[in-house]
C-alpha cells in the first residue's frame, strides 16, 4: 500500500493554513516557504496580519486588557483613546457574548464631551495555552486628529 502524509487546509481571518511535511504553512505569507512549528503560530500570524491590514484602528486584546499588537492607525490615535483601559474588560467581555465567528459591537464612551465611537469585537482561540484574545477595530473613528480651521 502506499502511504502519502494527510494535508489539512483551514481557513482563519481571511488566511489559509495547510499543514506541510514540519508544520503549517499559511498561503498569504510573503515568504511562501516559511513553516510554522505549531498551528498556533500560523493563526497568530494571520491575527496580525488581519489587524495591520486594517485602515482604522485595530488591535489584538488579550483577556487581562493588554494589547499584545496594535496597527498603525491605532499609534496615531494613541491606544488609551481608541480601547481606554477602564473599558478593556467589558469589551473583551462583549466580544465573548458574541456567537462563535461572529463580531459583537461595544460603543466607547469618550469623557470631555470628545467623540464617542463604535468597536467590532471578534473572540478567537489562537492558543489553547493561553486562552482566548479578542480582535478589535474601530468603525467610526477618525486616523488622523482633526484641524481646526483657525
Not at 95 to 104: C, D, N, P, T
Not at 131 to 140: E, H, K, P, R, W
Request: a negative charge; aromatic letters at 10%.
Amino acid at each position: 500500500m502506499m502511504s502519502s502524509p494527510i494535508s489539512v487546509a483551514c481557513g482563519f481571518l481571511g488566511g489559509t493554513i495547510f499543514s506541510v511535511e514540519g508544520g503549517y504553512r499559511v498561503l498569504q505569507h510573503p515568504r511562501p516557504e516559511r513553516v510554522f512549528d505549531r498551528i498556533a503560530d500560523a493563526r497568530w500570524f494571520l491575527a496580525v496580519s488581519w489587524c495591520d491590514r486594517c485602515d482604522a484602528p485595530a488591535a489584538i486584546l488579550t483577556h487581562d486588557g493588554q494589547l499584545s499588537f496594535a496597527n498603525q492607525a491605532t499609534h496615531i490615535v494613541g491606544e488609551a483613546e481608541f480601547l481606554p483601559f477602564a473599558d478593556r474588560s467589558s469589551i473583551f467581555q462583549a466580544g465573548l457574548s458574541a456567537e462563535s465567528g461572529q463580531f459583537a459591537g461595544f460603543t466607547v464612551r469618550q469623557p470631555d464631551n470628545r467623540r464617542d465611537h463604535q468597536v467590532k469585537i471578534l473572540n478567537l482561540a489562537i492558543d489553547p495555552r493561553y486562552g482566548s484574545v479578542a480582535i478589535v477595530q474601530a468603525l467610526d473613528m477618525a486616523v488622523l486628529p482633526e484641524r481646526s480651521p483657525f
